[in-house]
């Protein structure tokens, strides 16, 4: 299967076919994590776990690009809990010092069972970026990745 995908414009490519992320502070971290930049829309990871005494972050994906690319991001994501809570994914760009959080968060209410949904399109600028998956009460939360691409949008 090709990384480029032809529109009527222009050929776009997904910059991350192929890279395969890391996780960090999960309890658990998700197992095979080259799923979710192998084009399967329909195969994840494997679950990662973290238990929460409260609020907080239960783990966060890494990915680096090689080079900075002005992208849109798209994906598929599951995710779960034992209690009814909030579940927010935030996407923040390392910028060579710190962690810069985009102002935009995904929301998600979950219960029990995997929620699977799509991350929402926005666009960003950045070599290394990361998903951060933040639970708002204690409880156990729980993450898989079927598939996270960020389409290069060929512009500075």
Avoid at 2 to 14: A, G
Avoid at 125 to 150: D, H, M, N, P, S
Wanted: with cysteine; net charge negative; aromatic share 14%.
């Amino acid at each position: 299967m090709s990384d480029i995908v032809f529109s009527d414009l222009y050929p776009v490519k997904n910059r991350l076919k192929g890279i395969i992320p890391t996780a960090s502070i999960w309890d658990t971290a998700p197992t095979n994590l080259e799923r979710c930049t192998d084009l399967d829309w329909d195969t994840p990871t494997g679950t990662g776990d973290k238990v929460m005494g409260a609020a907080g972050d239960v783990g966060h994906i890494t990915f680096n690009m090689g080079a900075e690319y002005k992208v849109m991001i798209r994906g598929k994501i599951g995710i779960w809990t034992a209690i009814a809570t909030a579940f927010y994914i935030y996407l923040d760009i390392w910028d060579g010092v710190n962690w810069v959080t985009n102002p935009y968060a995904i929301y998600y209410n979950v219960v029990s069972s995997e929620r699977i949904g799509p991350l929402i399109t926005f666009n960003f600028k950045a070599q290394i970026f990361r998903l951060r998956f933040f639970l708002t009460a204690a409880g156990t939360g729980y993450v898989r990745l079927y598939e996270v691409q960020v389409i290069d949008l060929g512009m500075p």
